[in-house]
C-alpha cells in the first residue's frame, strides 16, 4: 500500500527566505511523485513532477524537488519566499500504471513581509 | 486550453433536497475522478471512472452516486444532502499511463442550508 507523509502542517517564512516543505512516501512499487498547490477556493495546480528520469526535478514558479530514494523522501524547495506563495501544498503519489492518486495530509506555507 | 470545467462554482442547497455537480473535460483522459475536500483536509476520493468502468471507494457513503454518460462528462449527485456534505467537490481526469499526473478543476463549493 501507498501513502505520503508531509512532516510538517504549517510552515512560515519571511519573504525572500528559503522554503523547504517536507514529503516522505511508501510504496511497494517504483513510483510516480507530484507536488500540487492549492490557493484558498482554487483548484488544485501541479507544480512538478517526479517520473524515474532525473532525480532532481525543476517546476514551476521557481520551485524545485529532489527524490531520494535510499531516503524515500521528495522535499519541496525554493530559494526565495515570495508572498504569491503564501498556499497549502500536497505531496502526491501514484502508482505506476496505476490509476490511484495518494494524497498527503497537506502543509499550509505562510509568508511574511 | 485544454481544461476541466466544474460547474457551478458555488452550490447552496437545501438539506435533503438532491443537488447533481458537473464536470466537462476537453483532454480526451479516460479516466475522471471525483473528490470530496472539507476545511483544512486534503483530498478524499469519492470514486473514480476508468472509461465506462465505475469504481466505487470503500467508504464513500451511499449518498453519493455519479453518472459519465460519454468521455467529457461526469456528473456528482448527492441524493439527500446532510450538513455534513458541505465541502468543496473537485473533479479532476488523468490518463492511465504511467507517469502521468491528475488535472483538476477549480471545484464546487457546496453549502447545505
Known amino acids: 500500500a501507498q501513502s505520503v507523509t508531509q512532516l510538517d502542517s504549517h510552515v512560515s517564512v519571511s519573504e525572500g527566505t528559503p522554503v523547504l516543505l517536507r514529503c516522505n512516501y511508501s510504496?511497494?512499487?517504483?513510483?510516480?511523485l507530484f507536488w500540487y498547490v492549492q490557493h484558498p477556493n482554487k483548484g488544485l495546480q501541479l507544480l512538478l513532477k517526479y517520473t524515474s528520469a532525473a532525480t532532481l526535478v525543476k517546476g514551476i514558479n521557481g520551485f524545485e524537488a529532489e527524490f531520494k530514494k535510499s531516503e524515500t523522501s521528495f522535499h519541496l524547495t525554493k530559494p526565495s519566499a515570495h508572498m504569491s506563495d503564501a498556499a497549502e501544498y500536497f505531496c502526491?503519489?501514484?502508482?505506476?500504471?496505476?490509476?490511484?492518486?495518494?494524497f498527503g495530509p497537506g502543509t499550509r506555507l505562510s509568508v511574511l513581509p | 486550453d485544454a481544461m476541466v470545467i466544474q460547474n457551478p462554482r458555488y452550490q447552496v442547497t437545501q438539506f435533503g433536497k438532491p443537488v447533481t455537480l458537473s464536470c466537462s473535460q476537453t483532454l480526451n483522459h479516460n479516466v475522471m475522478y471525483w473528490y470530496q475536500q472539507k476545511s483544512s483536509q486534503a483530498p478524499k476520493l469519492l470514486f473514480h471512472y476508468y472509461d465506462k468502468d465505475f469504481n466505487n471507494e470503500a467508504d464513500t457513503p451511499d449518498n453519493f452516486q455519479s453518472r459519465r454518460p460519454n468521455t467529457s462528462f461526469c456528473f456528482l449527485d448527492i441524493r439527500s444532502p446532510g450538513l455534513g456534505d458541505a465541502a468543496m467537490y473537485l473533479c479532476a481526469t488523468g490518463a492511465f499511463l504511467k507517469d502521468t499526473e491528475a488535472f483538476f478543476g477549480q471545484g464546487t463549493r457546496l453549502t447545505v442550508v
Open positions: 502526491v503519489v501514484k502508482r505506476n500504471y496505476g490509476q490511484n492518486f495518494v
Open positions: 510504496s511497494s512499487y517504483s513510483p510516480s
